[in-house]
Every structure is written in structure tokens, then in C-alpha cells.
């Protein structure tokens, strides 16, 4: 085991230098005044223009520029947006939490109905209950998300105005940010509005986490219903079908631990594309997240912000992957023998 | 055991949302405006963006007087009355008492407004001795392009209730700029407070004005919170709080109309106006609007420093292509760059009208036979005098290549658009002005003067000295008669140098729910929500 994580915390080490090195090699490729890349200042005096030079230390070659740069990093001066002129780490800070926010529900939600569902549809092989779940799942894995969004709107908030479709919560109320997680935030404000205002944040929520929840729901269900399958196939259950257990027994206490190893390691490894689908469910349902930020930062060449963006996102799909992978080999022994560790 | 615990639950959930019944009130008594931009500043001052406006200044902060928007004439606002001296050189204003500043999180004031108040927010503008006079970049574009900063020799406090402006030279559009909404009064002790802590730049972030509804928070791109101020002087405020959501994207802001996320829309797209109008709970309100918009040439730079060249690009536009595929009727060509309604409006038959053989003819005489590449820089956002720059400008970008002129689109986000074009990055730009007062100055002055040139507003990058003399003789004069006569002389100068196209003049469009009432929508300046309530 010892061996194991050793060999994930070197990859790991490796993995955010590559990532460090890449972030800190944008500012000399991006178009522009490399120092205005770097720090986000726009239009600086001579004396500015010294100061911003001795800080990244420029004229000390490039070793040293990086080392400075991996100091920033680390102290949270992420350099100031081209466009808003506040600070970047600051942007992350509070935007991170809601697109985070919006990815855990949707894997909640896909856990809680694609798991089942999956099992259903392996309990009921070739029977109609498999093949309704089947194809269902091919149209919602097939359906392009902005799609999927577009249409949600149309018919449930332009035409039958169930719910809104923009924004984490009714902007009349006034809920005190300090988690940045909006739920959370309600609670601890101690549900104001007479829970009024829990009730519209889930009102929100709801949209947004089923576009996002579709594409994870499908991936789960085919690989608890696939996994499931197998287990199924082999002797020990067809055993115990032959000593006349039943179909709920078969599957509950015997086939539904085996099952699930594989599945438990692709939630985890789900966090990273859900991390890419939430930017496209932000932009359209104007869900104040990380992802629209950095798509509003990609179109206005706001290169600080682009930088500080891509690094915060690539950080934490790194570190998501690594933790999957530790669950997974906490709960599956076997996984830790596997001789190379991937990402 | 569990069966405890899901018996106490539900307890302990009702017992957490219990609250007071005036919170569901406070719910009722909100409104959500629908703006199109971000503001660029907290402060009127130092901007003359007009979504910035439209947020700020009628809302946060109150001005010595205003114009009536009916009758023309000027009515007292924070100054209850004011004399000029015959000379016209001394007006004196004598202030209204017991205005109180606002009370916020960030500030409390201990006295109510008063005479060192208005001498700090005009000094401001152009004594250099101002401890804020450099503060934000020193630059307060409007004042700048109009030139009242080399007006007024000196604001004097003649008594705690009387400030006396002192003028070198009598100018007949000063009550106008003064009620305009960039002339607002801030607070002296605020400013004061903030330079003994260091925090200078946080004046025109964290605003303290007298108006209406008082700042409460600001997210970037999301949202900006006003709160009820308790003490305005005026009347009693309806609102207990004012949203403003940021849609940058003209059609969701219309679908949160549908869905009554927003009370009020800003500028609703001419295509979307029929749909709007046949929807019961929905009220569009139309206002014709001093404005223009227009198609400017960077005249410094080749080869549109050659008039030839910028009366041959003009004759190449399809001005009624426009009218029909941007404006869907609800704007009218420009045949001047005054509109119509303005009173010193005189037609101009010089402007080119849409001839490309001319075009391409006046082009050869100018020495670019085979055309040439240039930028066409298109604003982001919607606007009264241009609803869909980025339409206008596909539809000139394809009568250019009719007469061999290659036009390549620029676009960034709005605030980086205007600065950028401040600084005379752009070829050529389509931009426009909506006035902020009813004088013809406020076309001229702020657009193509050479003081404009210098403070980054003149998009034309024209400073042309006669012309700057026709618009000084005007303002020398309170004969209307004579002034005309300068302005028609100014307006057929346009027309044959042709540093900007006119293009069309836009009326001015608001959707609101049905429900809302006390909206003021004017010809001129920034929309203003201080007797916006809900009907009962």
C-alpha cells in the first residue's frame, strides 16, 4: 500500500508541476505585453513598470521567473483580471464553489438514478424493463447538452414558466455569501425569508442539474448495468440461483458488491468531464460558476484570468481523478497491484 | 432510535426557517432592472457610458437642477433657486437644507448636505488642487469634452447654504450641462474620511450620494444591489430594495422577461417588439430620444484623413438595408447628425446618399483603385441608436467589398470596446451619442470638438479648429436665432468633411411588467426608478 501511494503522490507531483509549467509558460505565448499578461496592469507608469519587472524578475532569466511565479501561486497572487481589475484568485474563490456546487448534485443525481437503474435494467436482461432503460439511456447519452438546455427552456420555463432559467437564486434575496455554496449559505443564514429562499435556490437548481446530471446518469447506468452483467455470468451466482435463492437475493447479497468496485472508481473519474459539461450548462443557464467566468475571460482576451481559470480547473481535475483513484483502491485491493498509476 | 430522530427532524427543519413575516414583505417591495452592461464606475462623474448611467446616476445621486423633460425649462433640485448675474459669468445657487447623504455599511455621515459639498464634487472636475482631482485617472470625459473644466474659474462657498460658480467667459449651455447627470454632488466627508484611511479609488467604487436608493453590494457580470435610502429628501422611496441583473445577451434578457425573473428590460431588440406588444402582462414603453448613431472614421490615420476616401466609403452604405434589417422601424434615417426634434435640426443634402458606382469613382480619384483593408469595430452591446452594431456592421462590411474595400469586424467586451476606442486603436467605429440635454451643444461639443480629441470621446479622432470656433461662437450667445445659424454652419462642415456618417436616429424602447408603475423614461439622460412601486 505504502508503494502504492508513493508511486500516486509521485505522478501526482509530476502531473501539477507539468500543469504549473504549462500555466506559467501562457504569459510568454499569449499575444500582448508579456508583463501585462502577468500581472493584469494595463497602461503602467515607468514606476509601476520597474516595480512589476523586479516582482516577476524579468530581466533574471527564466528559472528564476518561474520560481517567483510558482511563489505567487502558492500565496494566492494570481495576478488582477484585464477586465474587471480585481484580483483573480479572488474570482476563483467565489466562483469555484458554485460551479462545484452544481457538479455535486448532478453526481448525486446520477448516482441516485443511475445505479438503480442500471441494476434493474441487468436484473431484467433482454426483457422489456432492460430495453426501455437501454434506449433511454442511448438518447440521453447521444443528446448534445446545449441542446438538451435549450429545450428544458422552451418548454419549462418559456412555456409553462414551472421554473427560472437563469442565475443560483431570485436576486430580490439578499443571502449572506460565506461559503459560496448556496444551499449552505441559506442554512447557515438560518433559512431567511421564511425558507422561502431555500425553496427558490432548489427551484434554480433544478434545471441545471438535470442538463448537467444527463451525460454522468447514462455513462452509470451503462456501466452498473455492463458490470452488473458480468458478475451475473459467473459461477458462484449461477450457484446460487441452482440452490433457488431469488432474484432480489441474488442481487442484493450477492452479486451487488462485486458490481459496484468498477462503478464507485467511474464516479469518481465522472468529476472531471462534469467539470468540462458544467462550463457549457453555466453560460446558458447564466449560473454564476467558474466556467462562465472563463468563457466570458476567453472572448474579452482577458489573459490573467484565462491563466488563473485553466489553472484552478486543471488543478482540481487532477486532484479529483487522484482521489478517485485512492477510494477505489481503498475499497478494491486488488486495483493496488495494477504496476503503473494513470490519470 | 431512528424513529426518533425522523420524529424530531421535521422539528428541527420548521423551527429553522422561521422568521419574522416582514421578510416575505420585503420580497414584494423588490424590483429587478434588466441592464445590458456592466458599470464601468460608481461614480457620474467620471463616465459618460450611457448603460453605466442609466444605473448610477438617477438612482444613487441627486444634481443642483434638472430640465423638465416636458416643458424644456429647468427645475430646482438640490439648489431650491439660483440668480446669474447680469454679466452671466456669477451664478449663484442656494442650496436646499436638510438632504441627508447616505448611510451605509461602509460609511455614516454625521452632518447633512451643504455648501463644501458642492464646491468638493465640482472642484473635482478641474481645480488640480483637489486632493481627488487625479484619482481614477483624472479623467472626466464629459466635463472634458464639453470644456467646462476650462469654464469655471472657481466654486466659492459664499455661506453654508449658497455656492457661487464663477465663470471666465458667460456660456449658454452651463445650466444645461449642470443639469445633465454627469453633474452630480457628492460627499465632501466621505471623501475626506477615505483620504485620511488611504482609500482614494474606493470614491468612485463605494458611492455615498443623496439619491433615492443607497449601494449595497456589486458581482461582477451577476448582479448590483440598491437598498432603500430611509431619508431621501424628495418623496418616500416605494422600493424597499432595486436589482439590477446583468444580462449581457439582448434575448435572454427578453426570455427573463417571459419568465418574470426581471420587472424591467432594458432595451429590448427591434425584432422582439411585436412579441412583446402582444403579450398582455407586458408593457413597451416608446419614447423618441435625442440620439445618434453614426459610423465614425479614424481621421488620423490613412487613408481616412482623406475626405475623399470617407465620402467614398459613405457613398457605399445602404442606409435603408439598414433601417429595415436593424432597426425593423423603430429608428429614422439620419439626415444630419442632430435629430429632428432638436431645435437648431437642419437637413443636410450633402450627406452622401447610397450610390456605389460613385463610390467606387470617388475611390479611383482618391488613389485607392483597387480598395484596401480596414477595421470595422462594432460595440457589443445594444444601444437606442443601435440596436445590433454587429448586424450594421456585416451589412457594410458587404457593401464595402462591392466597391473592393476589405472591412474586417472587431468586437471585445463593451468596456474594453470604449476604451480601446478612447484611445484611437480603430479604423473605423460604429458608435453613437444619446444627448443629455435638449442643447444642440451636447451633439457637438462632446463629439467632435478637439477638446474631445484630447480626452479620448471624439471616436472620429477629428479636431478641426473652424469648426471648434463655430461651436464657441454658438455657446457665447443666448440668441437662439444667431445660435442657429452657427449650428446649421457646423452641421453642412459634417456633412462635407464627413468625420463620422450619420447614420440613424433611434427611438427608445423599455419593456416592463405590467405591474410596475412610476418608471420616467425622457428624451435625454438616464432612466430614473425613484417612484418605481408595484400596483397595489
Known amino acids: 500500500m505504502r508503494e502504492y501511494l508513493l508511486r500516486r503522490f509521485s505522478l501526482l507531483c509530476f502531473m501539477l508541476f507539468a500543469l504549473s509549467v504549462f500555466t506559467f509558460s501562457l504569459s510568454y505565448l499569449f499575444p500582448g505585453d508579456l508583463l501585462t499578461n502577468l500581472s493584469g496592469v494595463t497602461n503602467s507608469n515607468f514606476n509601476t513598470t520597474q516595480l512589476l519587472i523586479e516582482k516577476y524578475h524579468i530581466n533574471n532569466g527564466y528559472i528564476s521567473q518561474y520560481l517567483a511565479f510558482l511563489h505567487r501561486i502558492i500565496t494566492g497572487d494570481w495576478g488582477v483580471s484585464l477586465s474587471s481589475g480585481e484580483a483573480v484568485f479572488e474570482h476563483v474563490w467565489i466562483l469555484f464553489p458554485a460551479t462545484l456546487e452544481l457538479c455535486i448534485y448532478a453526481l448525486i443525481v446520477a448516482v441516485i438514478f443511475g445505479i438503480p437503474s442500471g441494476i434493474l435494467a441487468a436484473a431484467y436482461h433482454k426483457r422489456w424493463p432492460d430495453s426501455v432503460i437501454t434506449s433511454l439511456t442511448l438518447m440521453g447519452f447521444s443528446i448534445p447538452i446545449f441542446w438538451l438546455a435549450l429545450l428544458l427552456i422552451m418548454v419549462f420555463c418559456l412555456t409553462l414558466s414551472w421554473f427560472p432559467m437563469s442565475g443560483r437564486i431570485g436576486l430580490l434575496y439578499e443571502i449572506e455569501p460565506v461559503t459560496n455554496f448556496i444551499l449552505l449559505d441559506i442554512w447557515l443564514d438560518g433559512f431567511p425569508y421564511k425558507g422561502l429562499a431555500f425553496q427558490d435556490a432548489l427551484h434554480h437548481l433544478a434545471l441545471p442539474t438535470i442538463v448537467l446530471a444527463m451525460y454522468p446518469t447514462t455513462v452509470l447506468i451503462r456501466f452498473t448495468r455492463d458490470s452488473m452483467l458480468q458478475v451475473l455470468e459467473q459461477n458462484f451466482i449461477k450457484t446460487a440461483r441452482a440452490k433457488g435463492l431469488s432474484r432480489a437475493q441474488l442481487i442484493l447479497h450477492h452479486a451487488l458488491r462485486n458490481a459496484l468496485l468498477p462503478v464507485i472508481k467511474q464516479i469518481g473519474l465522472q468529476f472531471s468531464t462534469l467539470i468540462t459539461l458544467a462550463m457549457v450548462t453555466e453560460v446558458i443557464f447564466s449560473w454564476p460558476g467558474i466556467g462562465r467566468w472563463l468563457i466570458d475571460s476567453i472572448y474579452q482576451r482577458d489573459y490573467p484570468a484565462i491563466q488563473g481559470g485553466l489553472l484552478a480547473v486543471s488543478m482540481f481535475v487532477i486532484l479529483a481523478n487522484m482521489s478517485a483513484e485512492l477510494t477505489n483502491s481503498l475499497l478494491d485491493p486488488i486495483s493496488r497491484n495494477k504496476a503503473h498509476g494513470k490519470i | ?435 443629455d440635454t435638449p442643447d444642440p451643444d451636447n451633439f457637438f461639443t462632446p463629439l467632435l470638438s478637439c477638446t474631445a480629441t484630447f480626452s479620448g470621446k471624439n471616436p472620429s479622432n477629428w479636431c478641426n479648429p473652424e469648426f471648434d470656433l463655430l461651436l464657441t461662437q454658438a455657446l457665447d450667445t443666448n440668441d437662439i436665432e444667431a445660435r442657429k445659424v452657427f449650428y446649421k454652419k457646423a452641421q453642412e462642415m459634417i456633412a462635407a468633411e464627413l468625420p463620422l456618417m450619420p447614420i440613424a436616429h433611434g427611438l427608445r424602447f423599455q419593456a416592463s411588467n405590467t405591474n410596475i408603475e412610476g418608471i420616467t423614461l425622457r428624451p435625454f439622460g438616464g432612466i430614473s426608478l425613484a417612484e418605481a412601486r408595484r400596483k397595489p
Not at chain 2, 178 to 196: G, P, W
Not at chain 2, 236 to 249: F, G, R
Open chain 2, 1 to 435: 432510535m431512528r424513529k426518533l430522530v425522523l420524529a424530531i427532524l421535521p422539528v428541527f427543519l420548521v423551527g429553522c426557517i422561521e422568521s419574522s413575516e416582514n421578510e416575505r414583505a420585503k420580497l414584494a417591495q423588490g424590483l429587478v432592472y434588466c441592464a445590458e452592461a456592466n458599470p464601468v464606475s460608481f461614480n457620474p462623474q467620471v463616465t459618460t457610458t450611457g448603460s453605466t448611467i442609466d444605473i448610477i446616476a438617477n438612482q444613487l445621486y441627486d444634481k443642483l437642477l434638472s430640465i423638465n423633460p416636458d416643458s424644456g425649462e429647468f427645475q430646482p433640485e438640490l439648489a431650491t433657486s439660483w440668480d446669474i448675474e447680469n454679466s452671466g459669468k456669477n451664478i449663484t445657487f442656494y442650496l436646499r437644507k436638510d438632504v441627508h447623504f447616505h448611510t451605509t455599511d461602509y460609511f455614516t455621515p454625521t452632518r447633512t448636505l451643504n455648501a463644501d459639498d458642492v464646491v468638493f464634487s465640482f472642484g473635482r472636475l478641474f481645480d488640480v488642487y483637489n486632493p481627488y482631482h487625479f484619482i481614477g485617472d483624472a479623467n472626466y470625459p464629459y466635463f472634458q469634452s464639453v470644456g467646462m473644466d476650462q469654464l469655471i474659474r472657481q466654486v466659492v462657498k459664499v455661506d453654508d447654504y449658497t455656492v457661487r460658480f464663477e465663470l471666465f467667459n458667460a456660456e449658454s449651455s452651463f445650466l444645461s450641462n449642470l443639469a445633465t447627470d454627469f453633474a452630480v454632488v457628492t460627499s465632501k466627508e466621505y471623501a475626506q474620511k477615505l483620504q485620511q484611511a488611504g482609500k482614494e479609488t474606493q470614491f468612485d467604487q463605494l458611492p455615498v450620494g443623496t439619491g433615492p436608493y443607497l449601494f449595497k453590494s456589486f458581482l461582477r457580470d451577476n448582479l448590483i444591489r440598491y437598498h432603500r435610502n430611509p431619508h431621501y429628501w424628495k418623496h418616500p422611496v416605494a422600493m424597499e430594495q432595486l436589482v439590477y441583473d446583468i444580462t449581457t445577451n439582448g434575448t435572454s434578457r427578453i426570455a427573463k422577461m417571459l419568465t418574470k425573473e426581471c420587472d424591467i428590460t432594458a432595451h429590448p431588440s427591434a425584432t422582439q417588439l411585436s412579441f412583446l406588444q402582444s403579450r398582455e402582462d407586458i408593457h413597451v414603453d416608446k419614447e423618441a430620444n435625442l440620439n445618434i448613431g453614426y459610423w465614425a472614421f479614424n481621421t488620423e490615420r490613412p487613408p481616412f484623413n482623406d475626405p475623399l476616401v470617407r465620402r467614398a466609403l459613405s457613398y457605399a452604405v445602404d442606409v435603408d438595408k439598414i433601417m429595415q434589417a436593424v432597426f425593423y422601424g423603430s429608428g429614422i434615417a439620419a439626415t444630419s447628425n442632430l435629430p429632428p426634434s432638436s431645435w437648431a435640426y437642419v437637413p443636410q443634402p450633402e450627406l452622401p446618399q447610397y450610390d456605389p458606382q460613385k463610390a467606387k469613382e470617388l475611390l479611383a480619384e482618391a488613389g485607392y483603385k483597387d480598395g484596401f483593408t480596414m477595421t470595422l469595430w462594432a460595440m457589443p452591446v445594444s444601444r437606442i441608436y443601435n440596436p445590433n452594431a454587429r448586424k450594421m456592421a456585416e451589412l457594410i462590411q458587404s457593401d464595402l467589398r462591392e466597391i473592393g474595400v476589405t472591412a474586417k469586424i472587431v468586437e471585445y467586451e463593451w468596456n474594453t470596446f470604449i476604451e480601446r476606442v478612447g484611445q484611437h486603436e480603430h479604423d473605423s467605429v460604429l458608435l453613437g451619442w444619446a444627448a
